[in-house]
């Protein structure tokens, strides 16, 4: 990219980053700058160009003393607006401020610690508001009020909860539930016999808290706001955030581990959290780990689509991505050169001096295994005798949640561990174990740091542990050795430079003790640099500004896709023009079509799914629809015709059964509607799927006439793709390597069957039946087809569309053999030979040889007079189709048979 050497270059830029952030202009108003780029990735990679040439350009306007303004594009941008800031609301639970009343309308406000408020407080290219909980209870209006405008001037806006629904939501379901359960420590287990209401009532409260908070948000949004909601506190907000907005841009992040969908599995709303989460537009983990986890919940439990990108229903992509956190390096590295902490550190050194130093810092919890840590401690000085004297373990135990039982007996158990081991390596001037139940100010800790040789960081489960962070930022000069839990988060970054270890594996973390007290310089240093390196380059600013990026062009792409989904279908439109109409022709599918619904927001029952029953309510709609004179209809499926005959066979209605093969008349007469195919490849593929459902538990396969369809939809997902897998190269490669077949692929099925059967030239051959049997002397001039298709069968919406400007008009057949002839059917109507225009209904065999030879023009009347205002194509639960128009269940299918029962009865 070109270097920027005037103020008219950063006015260019600013609107190509405006345009990026725009749907489908091909070039800006500058010639000489960038079009807009197709790709996420080539997007994302312009926006980080321009954003790293507008920092660049705004500290040289900066440190030069530029003018006030910049000119550019008819606009006056000022120096404070040169680099791009978008308003961002970051909604978490807490604010970054404790809030202490000291009178009536008086508050003392102090800034928080904590991984996020640390990470947020390097974050400076963002107009950033935070909205949460300030942590008090303020039950009257005015100390509401006056803490509101006390929190204003540190740009915080607060959400005021009672004391009932923090306990139930807050303590409750936040932290007795989805805390314990989100670090594999599972679900409390008095609650399992004692607390089904109490669980409940805990659940009501935290969608009623999300709720509160998304009042809130919903009070101070503004158009083209970004909205960043943090953490397992708020998982229902994005739901109730895009419920009352649905353009807002919406990001949710996990500053936890998210469990595998074993664990998650366990969690009676497991399915609502999740659904709730997946309305936001990009969800956010630290690790691919966790965003692993997340996508294989939501296909595992959810029965939805994972895929690279993220978690697909039903064309709706909510993308699902790793996003490791970083901290502001420049602060600690800054602080360090202070001289009160010079002299700090200085009163450290001679304290320790002619002993290594060891720290960890942790809060005191049960996940940041500290026990282990100090046994681990305990069993090297066992191992290493020489070095009672010359180490000492300096542990930093913040205390949380200390009203808590099981947290007291941690306590407890960690005192005892370290008086004991005190006790027995300890001399009159000296003891091996430095132990603080309190936190340090942000001072005394960079001191610490900057001192330690070997920073020991044990955690049994970390969502990512930011003080590995914090001690390689201070490590300038020392450059210790950094020992840290491959259960933390922070391992898959800082794992090149650090000693990784199990914590649970004693002997392990003590023989990495010793090693790191005995590293060499020169690795030490090696070490150091590569996680210096990451540390200052990975940074919350670095890790805020992709996030919001890939949200921005998440929303891009969003726009992109719903251009290419169809629109919902007007009921009332399809019916004036059914009312207006004379000839009439419903082609309906069947499951998921006509069906009833099997999954009634639990789990869906196999067994069920395998015996699809008629919805009830349709049947008095379809009843009318046959005696109407002027309306034929037919349900076309690919199901055997036993299974239509079943659940329709009382209806005088054309049935289609194996995607039209086999045709059922009104009279109820099953005839062959094809002619004779090869099937001697049958048995082979015969064999190889009753293989594969023998060795995949819950699937099935069915044998057709025409076709084998091996269905693996209840079977465990990633296995049920493998084999899947595995059948379709074994297929490919042998039994159907030289047959004249088809292998059609649905969402989680295989499906093998002659070529050629298709729906789309199956309702070919059905129409020269219709005609022949009813004699139609009128043009069928109106058309809905409704229909939950495969794609390789969408060609039936394909079949009726009109020619652009033009009417489809095709010619009357009257069927040979119980079939009509055929032809390949193209995308705007049917394609003859040699790709032109041709009339597939026509009266007499010889009549397209006629046409083929020049001899003449058709003289036979027209079936189809479809005007394109009388065509209706409509997919069933299916957004990415080439219908028209898209129903959202077969409830809807119902009401729309209803109405159009309705019209024709009165008629």
Same mark, same amino acid.
């Given at each position: 990219m070109k270097s920027i050497r005037s103020y008219e270059d950063i006015a260019i830029l600013q609107h190509d980053l405006d345009e990026l952030q725009k749907s489908d202009m091909h070039v800006?108003?500058? #010639? #000489?700058? =960038?079009?807009?780029?197709?790709?996420? *990735?080539?997007? @994302? $990679?312009k926006e980080r160009e321009l954003r790293k040439s507008f920092k660049s350009q705004n500290e040289d306007v900066l440190g030069n003393g530029g003018t006030d303004s910049i000119i550019g594009n008819g606009q006056i941008l000022t120096t404070e607006t040169a680099v791009i800031r978008q308003r961002l609301l970051v909604v978490a639970n807490r604010l970054p401020v404790s809030a202490t009343r000291k009178g009536e309308a008086s508050w003392q406000l102090e800034m928080s610690v904590g991984g996020l408020v640390s990470a947020l407080l390097g974050i400076t290219d963002f107009d950033t508001k935070w909205i949460g909980w300030a942590g008090v209870n303020v039950p009257d209006e005015i100390g509401q009020k006056s803490l509101t405008e006390a929190l204003a001037e540190k740009r915080c806006i607060p959400v005021f909860l009672d004391e009932d629904l923090v306990n139930l939501y807050y303590n409750g379901y936040c932290n007795n539930i989805l805390w314990p359960l989100f670090h594999y420590l599972g679900l409390p287990q008095e609650d399992r016999? +004692?607390?089904?209401?109490?669980?409940?009532?805990?659940?009501? &409260?935290?969608?009623?808290?999300?709720?509160?908070? &998304?009042?809130?948000v919903n009070e101070h949004y503004t158009e083209r706001d970004v909205i960043w909601c943090h953490d397992y506190h708020l998982m229902f907000l994005p739901k109730c955030l895009k419920e009352h907005n649905n353009k807002m841009k919406v990001g949710w992040f996990l500053h936890t581990p998210f469990p595998s969908s074993e664990i998650h599995r366990t969690l009676p709303s497991r399915s609502e959290l999740l659904r709730a989460v997946l309305v936001a537009d990009l969800v956010g983990f630290h690790t691919y780990d966790y965003a692993r986890h997340f996508v294989s919940a939501c296909t595992r439990i959810l029965g939805l689509e994972g895929t690279p990108d993220g978690v697909e229903d039903q064309g709706k992509l909510t993308r699902v991505a790793a996003f490791p956190i970083g901290i502001d390096p420049g602060r600690f590295i800054r602080a360090i050169q202070l001289p009160q902490i010079k002299d700090h550190i200085m009163e450290l050194k001679e304290r320790f001096a002619g002993r290594k130093v060891m720290l960890g810092v942790d809060r005191l919890d049960m996940i940041k295994g500290i026990p282990q840590k100090i046994l681990a401690f305990e069993k090297f000085l066992e191992e290493n005798p020489d070095w009672h004297d010359k180490v000492v373990l300096l542990q930093i135990a913040v205390p949380t949640r200390t009203d808590v039982p099981e947290y007291q007996k941690l306590t407890c158990q960690v005192h005892e561990i370290v008086g004991r081991i005190n006790g027995r390596f300890g001399s009159l001037t000296t003891v091996p174990i430095h132990h603080l139940d309190r936190s340090l100010d942000f001072h005394g800790l960079c001191a610490l740091y900057a001192i330690t040789d070997v920073a020991l960081i044990t955690s049994l489960r970390d969502g990512m542990n $930011?003080? =590995?962070?914090?001690?390689? &930022?201070?490590q300038a000069s020392k450059k210790g050795v950094l020992i840290l839990s491959e259960f933390a988060g922070a391992a898959q970054s800082l794992g090149a430079g650090a000693i990784l270890v199990n914590p649970w594996n004693i002997t392990e973390v003590a023989s990495s003790i010793a090693y790191a007290l005995n590293m060499p310089a020169e690795e030490r240093e090696k070490r150091h640099? #590569?996680?210096?390196?990451?540390?200052?380059? *990975?940074?919350s600013q670095e890790w805020a500004e992709t996030f919001v990026s890939e949200l921005n062009d998440t929303i891009v792409e969003a726009q992109l896709r719903i251009r290419q989904i169809p629109p919902l279908l007007q009921a009332e439109k399809a019916l004036e023009r059914y009312l207006h109409s004379n000839n009439r022709l419903l082609i309906l599918g069947f499951n998921a079509t006509l069906t009833e619904p099997v999954d009634s927001g639990r789990r869906v029952d196999q067994f069920k799914e395998m015996e699809p029953k008629l919805h009830p309510d349709v049947?008095?709609?379809?009843?009318?629809?046959?005696?109407? /004179?002027?309306?034929?209809?037919?349900? @076309?499926? %690919?199901?055997?015709?036993?299974? $239509?005959?079943?659940?329709?066979?009382?209806?005088?209605i054309w049935l289609a059964a194996e995607h039209g093969v086999f045709l059922r008349t009104p009279n109820k007469k099953w005839i062959r509607n094809l002619p004779e195919i090869h099937m001697d490849w049958v048995d082979s593929v015969k064999h190889v799927f009753e293989y594969f459902t023998e060795r995949t538990p819950r699937s099935h396969f069915e044998l057709r006439e025409t076709s084998l369809v091996w269905n693996y939809k209840h079977a465990d997902v990633e296995f049920g793709k493998l084999q899947a897998k595995d059948m379709l190269q074994h297929l490919w490669t042998g039994p159907i390597s030289n047959a004249s077949v088809e292998?059609?692929?649905?969402?989680?099925?295989?499906?093998?069957? +002659?070529? %050629?059967?298709?729906?789309?030239?199956?309702?070919?051959?059905? @129409?020269?039946?219709?005609?022949?049997?009813?004699? @139609?002397?009128?043009?069928?001039?109106?058309?809905l087809c409704v229909g939950h298709f495969l794609p390789k069968d969408e060609d039936v919406y394909t079949f009726f569309e009109p020619e652009p400007q033009t009417p489809v008009r095709s010619s009357l057949s009257s069927p040979v #053999?119980?079939?009509?002839?055929?032809?390949?059917?193209?995308?705007?109507?049917?394609?003859? /030979?040699?790709?032109?225009?041709?009339? /597939?209904?026509?009266?007499?065999? %010889?009549?397209?040889a006629c046409n083929e030879n020049g001899n003449g023009k058709d003289t036979t009347p027209s079936i189809l007079d479809l005007n394109s205002n009388n065509y209706f194509s409509c997919a069933v639960k299916r957004k990415r189709s080439s219908a028209r128009y898209l129903l959202s269940s077969s409830a809807d299918v119902v009401s729309l048979l209803e109405k159009l029962a309705d019209v024709s009865s009165e008629r």
């Open positions: 800006d108003d500058y #010639n #000489n700058t =960038s079009a807009i780029l197709r790709t996420r *990735h080539e997007r @994302l $990679l016999l +004692a607390t089904t209401r109490s669980f409940q009532s805990q659940f009501d &409260a935290y969608k009623k808290a999300n709720q509160m908070f &998304a009042d809130v $930011l003080v =590995s962070y914090e001690f390689v &930022a201070c640099h #590569n996680n210096f390196m990451h540390v200052t380059t *990975h940074t049947k008095e709609s379809l009843r009318k629809l046959c005696d109407d /004179p002027k309306t034929t209809v037919v349900v @076309l499926s %690919g199901s055997h015709h036993s299974i $239509l005959d079943k659940n329709l066979g009382e209806f005088n292998v059609v692929q649905g969402g989680r099925s295989v499906e093998v069957r +002659a070529v %050629g059967v298709t729906k789309g030239a199956g309702i070919k051959r059905i @129409l020269g039946q219709v005609i022949h049997y009813k004699d @139609l002397k009128e043009p069928i001039d109106y058309v #053999n119980g079939s009509s002839t055929d032809h390949s059917v193209g995308r705007n109507g049917f394609s003859g /030979p040699r790709g032109k225009k041709s009339h /597939p209904f026509s009266a007499s065999d %010889g009549n397209d």
